[in-house]
């Protein structure tokens, strides 16, 4: 019924992608990017910060520049500075926040710069509907950092003790809420005994 998902973008104005691209016409000039990520302000900030050094390592004339910025002010923030014209290079972002952007004509089709990096052997690399989620009109918008699914699973027994067919499990969040009601029981003081689902 849904996933979390982030996608790594390129930005307008970034010429260069740095899973690899090219770097025709910089002349072996260094390059510092900037790449904003809500992963920079969690737990998970040093394992990104490790890979980023690796990656700088095996890649000594492109710098990284980090920016950390907390989950809940990332939209708003990146909006601020897009208008601004004060963008960065690269961001890690929810699919959802991808396609705002795209209306606003703030991120560039990444097309152009897979080519370049392989084409379709290089995009057969991601399961072809995380893809399709940064693509729009036939112009990628993002790659796939990582992806999460949810899973449903029930105990067919209760669902049969609560009169509901475990062959027909809910198809979407009004059944699945309607089941939940169903398979919630409570004792005579009325107190839970037994909760529909968790998440």
Known sequence: MGGGKSFVLALIGFGLVVWGVPR???AGQPVTVTYSSTMF????GPEYLRQI?????ANPDIKIEPE??????FPTKMAVRFKAGDAPDLAMAEV???HAWVKQGW???????????GGKAF?????????NQATVDGKLYGLPRHAGG???YYNSDLFKEAGLDPAKPPRNWEELLAYAKKLTKKDAAGNTVQWGIAI
């Open 96 to 98: 959802d926040w991808i």
């Open 68 to 73: 950390a910025v907390p989950y809940g002010q």
């Open 53 to 57: 050094a690796e990656f700088t390592k």
């Open 107 to 117: 991120v560039r089709d990444l097309n152009p710069l897979v080519a370049n990096t």
């Open 41 to 44: 302000a969690e737990s998970a």
């Open 150 to 152: 949810y899973l449903l």
């Open 24 to 26: 025709s016409g910089l």
């Open 123 to 131: 995009l057969d690399n991601y399961f072809p509907i995380l893809i």
